[in-house]
T-cell receptor, first 115, second 114 residues
Framework: GAVVSQHPSWVICKSGTSVKIECRSL??????MFWYRQFPKQSLMLMAT?????????EQGVEKDKFLINHASLTLSTLTVTSAHPEDSSFYIC???????????FGQGTRLTVV | AQSVTQLDSHVSVSEGTPVLLRCNYS??????LFWYVQHPNKGLQLLLK??????LVKGINGFEAEFKKSETSFHLTKPSAHMSDAAEYFC????????????FGTGTQLKVEL
């Protein structure tokens, strides 16, 4: 199957700093990418949907100024957590889909810890 | 609107015995249905998917699921559990009219005991 690479796999940052998470589709062009957040022992919560070259669509309750999403190319989307606080600590997962597929391919996730 | 319900948050089986993870869905349109597995601190791996072809879908690692429209169910089964099957399993639904947005169930933690 297609490969989606997410980097870094884990990151620890100080409160008030910003963190960038990258999501790359390695062997296909991802016209749509999704960003999820997962709290411990809970399901995935969709944060936003991004289409290449356009602004991301955020789910209700997700602060777009705090979680900046950029999908500048067909193989790369980034999520930047700005002015991170301990409550932003979570597991963030991206997924990517090409223009024709009904299947989404997931990255391996990023464990963010804000101290 | 679409939704998916995983009826059991935890399932415990003995190694070598059958596995049944239940999933019911609600969708206004013909859905696509998926089962994903997640090991601790890892991303999601697709086990199998149903996209309006054969109703009995075979996936990886011996798992299979049957799409039953009359029951709006898509239960995941495996004849014989292995220790390595212990993980979190998510049932997921999407449909074309919804922008292919995935809706996740709450997950089922599968425990496999010796």
């Amino acid at each position: 199957g297609a490969v989606v690479s997410q980097h870094p796999s884990w990151v620890i940052c100080k409160s008030g700093t910003s963190v960038k998470i990258e999501c790359r589709s390695l062997d296909f062009q991802a016209t749509t990418m999704f960003w999820y957040r997962q709290f411990p022992k809970q399901s995935l919560m969709l944060m936003a949907t991004s289409n290449e070259g356009s602004k991301a669509t955020y789910e209700q309750g997700v602060e777009k100024d705090k979680f900046l999403i950029n999908h500048a190319s067909l193989t790369l989307s980034t999520l930047t957590v700005t002015s991170a606080h301990p409550e932003d600590s979570s597991f963030y997962i991206c997924s990517a889909r090409d223009s024709q597929g009904t299947e989404a391919f997931f990255g391996q996730g990023t464990r963010l810890t804000v101290v | 609107a679409q939704s998916v319900t995983q009826l059991d948050s935890h399932v415990s089986v003995s190694e070598g015995t059958p596995v049944l993870l239940r999933c019911n869905y609600s969708s206004s349109y013909s859905p696509s249905l998926f089962w994903y597995v997640q090991h601790p601190n890892k991303g999601l791996q697709l086990l199998l998917k149903y996209t309006s072809a054969a109703t009995l879908v075979k996936g990886i690692n011996g798992f299979e699921a049957e799409f039953k429209k009359s029951e709006t169910s898509f239960h995941l089964t495996k004849p014989s559990a292995h220790m390595s099957d212990a993980a979190e399993y998510f049932c997921v639904v999407s449909f074309t009219g919804g922008g292919n947005k995935l809706t996740f169930g709450t997950g089922t933690q599968l425990k496999v005991e010796l």
